[in-house]
């Protein structure tokens, strides 16, 4: 096992420059993601998804990555939730990866859609039991008066699906990030950090500048 502490130094010591990014920004976020996957880092997939509601007020919370690729970055969620709805008036999206014991951090901006079927149900399968009826007993984002409220609904599935296996629920799945743009961001000493950012040029390729700390 690494030891974190070291290798915050090295980061900060060493930095981050322009010519050892990489020309494909996934690339270096993978890079960045295998390091912290590498480590004693509880959920490195821990992100802050923000969005914004139709009065233009930001939301923020913290959903677990479960997938990334050059498609874009998965997260699952009930999709009559809050944040789902405000995805359906405006996909406009950011996340946020904060590796502060690496003194990193990674931003991406970009609109989110929704996975298609055969993809949640891909992944509802491999959830744990617990989770699955979970998924289908909590009306999330919805007020509920008690938490024995909540507590009967699990009991309610449980009974439900019991003997068999639990169904995707028609309400729940993925959402896939596609980026425009990313944010690389290394600390230093000083406050006088690297900071990188990825612009979409096309399809395929890639702007990077570097932004004053």
Do not use: C
Not at 34 to 40: A, G, L, R, Y
Not at 57 to 77: N, S
């Amino acid at each position: 096992m690494m030891n974190i502490e070291d290798l915050r130094q090295e980061n900060m010591e060493k930095g981050l420059s322009q010519s050892e990014l990489m020309a494909d920004p996934l690339n270096q976020f993978e890079t960045w993601y295998e390091q912290v996957s590498q480590s004693d880092i509880y959920e490195p997939g821990a992100m802050t998804l923000a969005t914004v509601d139709e009065d233009g007020q930001p939301w923020q919370r913290i959903v677990l990555l479960k997938l990334f690729d050059e498609k874009g970055f998965v997260f699952y969620t009930n999709y009559e939730s809050r944040k789902a709805k405000q995805i359906a008036k405006n996909p406009n999206v950011s996340l946020s990866f904060p590796w502060h014991p690496f003194a990193r951090q990674v931003k991406i901006t970009g609109r989110a859609e929704k996975v298609t079927a055969a993809e949640s149900l891909s992944y509802f399968a491999t959830r744990p039991r617990g989770s699955q009826i979970g998924a289908w007993a909590s009306q999330q984002s919805q007020m509920i008066n008690s938490r024995s409220i909540l507590e009967t609904m699990v009991d309610s599935m449980k009974h439900k699906f019991a003997d068999k296996e639990v169904p995707l629920p028609p309400f729940w799945g993925g959402f896939r990030v596609i980026p425009s743009s990313y944010e690389f961001w290394q600390g230093r000493e000083s406050r006088l950090h690297d900071r990188f950012i990825y612009r979409r040029k096309d399809d395929s390729n890639w702007t990077s500048e570097r932004l004053a700390p």
